[in-house]
């Protein structure tokens, strides 16, 4: 399986909606093109930024391939999964491949607290399941309340042919670290999940970040990868760093309300979010634009 377009800056994108909590498909073509437009790699479509919690199954369909659709195969689009149930989760992958999906992102089951065994059969039988796709694992410990362990993740790599890559939220640059070291005779692709940690993962041989405020700032997000690969790396910690206060103010407002408050403020027009988040209001909102400002990102 060619993984070669597997990397980069891949943002998982808003899904705008209208007043009923439906996609608006002119706001969702557009977020598409502004994030493209930007420099991205690739895009995610319903990931944790993209409230796929929230989204019904026919409009996750709709959804997806609206943006594949706009996207006109410039950039691959990945599909994420974040269902509880094995088969729930299949069934969202078989339509992703029907779809005409790049490949798919699969988050660990929420709420439960599975066995290392029931976690390996899990991603085995979604991978399984639509093997002409591949398959990042999803690492999200804040979400889920438990963090996939760099050995499963190893077994997971070299028993699953498709399974190529994973994306690996849990901020702690050890296991980032240890993840890409154990599976780099692979070529497997560890992602960065944290915004702040770019420059982190790709000095540790990472293939790259999902980022929300690539929705937002694209060119910025980018320019820490690109200025990276290029070898600038001086260049590539001023962009993260340039960053990094702007992402940390988003903390004070509830999640994930605060990537679509600063689509908002950057006049992105997202739309609401779904209920019961409610949009960023008062002093929460005004220094998320103040760091926007300072980092010379708003006129």
Same mark, same amino acid.
């Given at each position: 399986?060619?993984?070669?377009?597997?990397?980069?800056?891949?943002?998982?994108?808003?899904?705008?909606?209208?007043?009923?909590? %439906?996609?608006?498909?002119?706001?969702?073509?557009?977020?598409?093109?502004? =994030?493209?437009?930007?420099?991205?790699? &690739? +895009?995610?479509?319903?990931?944790?930024?993209?409230?796929?919690? !929230?989204?019904?199954?026919?409009?996750?369909?709709?959804?997806?391939?609206? @943006? @594949?659709?706009?996207? *006109?195969?410039?950039?691959? =689009?990945?599909?994420?999964?974040?269902?509880?149930?094995? %088969?729930?989760?299949?069934? +969202?992958?078989?339509?992703?491949?029907?779809?005409?999906?790049?490949?798919?992102?699969?988050?660990?089951?929420?709420?439960? *607290?599975?066995?290392?065994?029931?976690?390996?059969?899990?991603?085995?039988?979604?991978?399984?399941?639509?093997?002409? #796709?591949?398959?990042?694992?999803?690492?999200?410990?804040?979400?889920?309340?438990?963090?996939?362990?760099?050995?499963?993740?190893?077994?997971?790599?070299?028993?699953? *042919?498709?399974? =190529?890559? !994973?994306?690996?939220?849990? &901020?702690? !640059?050890?296991?980032?670290?240890?993840?890409?070291?154990?599976?780099?005779?692979?070529?497997?692709?560890?992602?960065?999940?944290?915004?702040?940690? @770019?420059?982190?993962?790709? =000095?540790?041989?990472?293939?790259?970040?999902?980022?929300?405020?690539?929705?937002?700032?694209?060119?910025?997000?980018?320019?820490?990868?690109?200025?990276?690969?290029?070898?600038? #790396?001086?260049?590539?910690?001023?962009?993260?760093?340039?960053?990094?206060?702007?992402?940390?103010? !988003?903390? *004070?407002?509830?999640?994930?309300?605060?990537?679509?408050?600063?689509?908002?403020?950057?006049?992105?027009?997202?739309?609401?979010?779904?209920?019961?988040?409610?949009?960023?209001? &008062?002093?929460?909102?005004?220094?998320?634009?103040?760091?926007?400002?300072?980092?010379?990102?708003?006129?």
């Amino acid at each position: 399986m060619n993984t070669d377009l597997i990397k980069g800056i891949i943002p998982p994108i808003i899904t705008p909606i209208d007043e009923n909590e %439906r996609i608006d498909e002119a706001k969702l073509r557009k977020q598409v093109n502004f =994030v493209i437009g930007g420099g991205v790699h &690739g +895009i995610l479509a319903f990931g944790s930024n993209g409230e796929f919690y !929230m989204v019904d199954d026919d409009e996750q369909e709709r959804g997806l391939k609206i @943006i @594949i659709d706009e996207a *006109k195969g410039r950039v691959p =689009v990945y599909m994420g999964i974040g269902a509880i149930k094995t %088969r729930k989760c299949v069934q +969202i992958a078989k339509m992703a491949a029907m779809a005409g999906a790049f490949g798919i992102s699969v988050l660990q089951p929420m709420f439960l *607290k599975p066995t290392e065994e029931e976690l390996f059969l899990h991603f085995k039988t979604i991978a399984e399941s639509v093997p002409e #796709l591949p398959m990042l694992l999803y690492n999200n410990p804040g979400r889920t309340g438990y963090s996939m362990s760099a050995g499963l993740v190893l077994k997971l790599a070299e028993r699953v *042919k498709n399974i =190529v890559g !994973m994306k690996d939220s849990s &901020g702690d !640059m050890t296991l980032t670290s240890e993840l890409i070291r154990i599976t780099r005779h692979l070529g497997f692709k560890v992602f960065g999940g944290k915004d702040t940690l @770019i420059f982190g993962a790709l =000095v540790h041989g990472g293939a790259g970040a999902v980022c929300t405020t690539a929705n937002m700032f694209p060119e910025l997000v980018c320019a820490v990868y690109e200025k990276f690969v290029a070898g600038d #790396l001086a260049g590539s910690l001023e962009a993260q760093y340039r960053l990094n206060p702007v992402r940390l103010s !988003m903390d *004070k407002a509830s999640f994930p309300v605060a990537t679509k408050d600063m689509c908002s403020i950057m006049g992105l027009n997202p739309g609401a979010p779904f209920l019961p988040n409610l949009p960023t209001r &008062g002093a929460v909102l005004e220094t998320m634009a103040g760091e926007i400002r300072k980092a010379g990102l708003l006129g």
